[in-house]
């Protein structure tokens, strides 16, 4: 019960955290739908970093099946740095999105809640579809989004794996055991690479319609 009640007052404490910081930027003239495209420009910008960042970590992965036993001690801590790297770059992407969603809900409830304001039924249902339009735009972003996001954890184990593995077995074996992985973590790299420059790509289109119906 205490976890509970806990948990309800962080999330009241951080609802209220973020009411206060949007209402805060509206008095300075930067409205939600401001924070939005740059809180998605940010997004994208976070998917590009890790985009790179899992490639360098496979290129080093990669370069260990080449190597004698005599130089993995060296390598080993290359390749945790590399993984913790990785971890951080994800765990970078995911607070991102999780940023455009709490803008992008804010933002669409005080909408919703402004065309009750319109004395013009003609501007009002005009709002509305803008509104629709752009709440389904959204919808499609937070997809290609969030299955990018999904498809992180799986690298991230796959390199935590190796990782652990080299760490107790700096011999041959060890290396057997990533040459053997190997082509099972590019093919989940190529397609964590594949699916966020979808969600880069979508990011973008969504700016440039957001920014045409501003």
């Not at 801590?77 to 790297?85: F, R, V």
Request: aromatic share 8%; glycine share 4%.
């Amino acid at each position: 019960m205490r976890a509970l009640i806990l948990a309800l007052l962080v999330g009241f404490f951080m609802t209220g955290c973020q009411s206060a910081y949007y209402a805060a930027m509206e008095k300075v003239g930067i409205h939600k739908r401001d924070i939005l495209a740059d809180r998605v420009q940010e997004a994208g910008d976070a998917q590009q970093q890790a985009q790179q960042q899992f490639k360098d970590a496979l290129s080093h992965f990669r370069a260990v099946v080449h190597l004698d036993d005599s130089e993995l001690e060296a390598r080993y801590d290359e390749l945790s740095a590399q993984y913790d790297a990785s971890k951080a770059a994800a765990d970078n992407v995911s607070r991102r999105i999780d940023a455009v969603q709490d803008v992008a809900e804010a933002l669409f409830d005080e909408w919703q809640g402004e065309l009750d304001q319109y004395s013009s039924a003609k501007l009002r249902a005009a709002s509305a579809k803008t509104l629709a339009d752009t709440k389904a735009r959204y919808k499609k972003l937070l997809a290609a989004m969030r299955k990018a996001e999904a498809k992180m954890p799986p690298v991230l184990a796959k390199f935590h794996d190796q990782v652990l593995f080299l760490k107790h077995n700096l011999n041959a074996q060890a290396i057997g055991a990533l040459k053997g992985e190997l082509g099972n973590i590019e093919k989940q790299v190529n397609g964590l690479v594949e699916e966020m420059q979808k969600s880069i790509d979508e990011s973008q289109r969504f700016i440039q319609q957001l920014n045409n119906n501003g």
